[in-house]
């Protein structure tokens, strides 16, 4: 196959075949630079053709205490007073950058995920 940039979506369908056909090929091989061109070729049109949004603040910080079995009991060492946390998931208070700083640290959420607007 003749590699060439993908500038619609009838090129990215081709890629996505050819991609397929040779997926199995081993590294250093001319099939395996092919997979690895074509690997390329097909994330930088996806990042620019179908972005992905950053999460919405509280709603990370919601999926995070969900795989951590948290409540927003267990937030108040992290934000303050229970009536504070229950404001901040409530969106009636912003975060503080202390507080992001703490939710990052714990929750490992990344902070330019917190720092959004919401």
């Known amino acids: 196959m003749k590699i060439a940039p993908i500038k619609n979506e009838k090129d990215y369908q081709k890629a996505l075949d050819r991609l397929e ?19 390329i070729l097909i994330d930088k049109y996806e990042n620019e053709k179908f972005p992905i949004e ?20 267990d937030l108040v060492e992290l934000i303050g007073f229970k009536s504070r946390v229950s404001e901040i998931m409530s969106r009636k208070r912003k975060l503080t950058l202390d507080m992001i700083r703490k939710l990052h640290k714990t929750l490992h959420i990344p902070t330019e995920v917190l720092v959004q607007d919401y």
């Open 21 to 39: 056909l040779v997926f199995d090929a081993k590294k250093g091989t001319r099939k395996g630079d092919e997979l690895e061109i074509l690997s």
């Open 54 to 73: 950053m999460p919405d603040p509280i709603e990370a910080i919601k999926f995070r205490m969900e795989q951590m079995g948290l409540k927003q009991k």
